[in-house]
């Protein structure tokens, strides 16, 4: 376990390292940026794909309707949803709010992490099993943190307040919600990761899972609010 979470700090710090340095970029490097990482989850999405409907694949009918459905969905999702969102964010917000909502979303899955693996106790769902009650708890618990953090670091319009507050387990939730989508996909198509190129996280969409989810959700909010 420890060797694990090793991996996972160094290759949670290199990427939000580098996150940093794309984030406060110029926006033509951010915006090509995203269509990098869009097209990288992709690929992981249709690895998915492949495993659930792989007896379509083997068939004599390579350009099956059900097929072609299955794939568009995680490209127009990302492609014309989340990107174009983000970049929204990025312009009408500023990077240092988007940098924000991301923030609620990291500390969300290392809440359910630490808390998960050292309380322990009852699973939250069969969907996926390492999941506990106690680890969602802590997700729910560590997304304040970055609240606290960007009130302090005061650049962002941020208080703390109730609204603040309410909105951070928002985002929290459907990150977790996001995540326990992902896992039931993993479930079901038998694998474990979506990729291998993260050391300790497994593919870019393992780690990114709720953030693709709730970083739309978010723009959400702030359009009713």
Do not use: W
């Not at 506990?132 to 319009?157: A, D, Q």
């Amino acid at each position: 376990m420890e060797n694990e979470l090793n991996k996972r700090i160094i290759t949670s710090v290199i990427l939000f390292s580098t996150f940093l340095i794309i984030i406060y970029a110029h926006r033509l490097i951010f915006g090509a940026s995203l269509l990098i990482f869009g097209f990288a989850v992709c690929i992981e999405f249709n690895n998915i794909f492949k495993k659930l409907v792989g007896d379509l694949y083997t068939s004599s009918v390579k350009f099956n309707l059900k097929l072609i459905g299955l794939m568009l969905i995680p490209f127009t999702y990302i492609f014309l949803i989340f990107v174009i969102i983000s970049f929204d964010i990025y312009k009408s917000e500023g990077p240092t709010f988007l940098l924000f909502i991301i923030s609620i979303c990291i500390f969300t899955d290392i809440g359910g992490y630490v808390v998960g693996k050292t309380v322990g106790g009852k699973k939250l769902t069969k969907i996926s099993p390492n999941k506990t009650l106690s680890g969602s708890i802590g997700s729910f618990l560590f997304s304040i943190i970055p609240l606290i953090f960007f009130i302090e670091l005061g650049n962002i319009n941020l208080n703390f307040n109730i609204i603040n507050i309410i909105f951070c387990l928002l985002i929290s939730l459907v990150s977790q919600t996001g995540d326990l989508f992902i896992s039931f996909l993993k479930r079901k198509a038998k694998i474990k990761d979506t990729g291998n190129i993260l050391p300790g996280h497994g593919g870019i969409l393992d780690r990114t899972d709720g953030i693709i989810f709730a970083v739309p959700f978010s723009n959400l909010l702030l359009n009713l609010f």
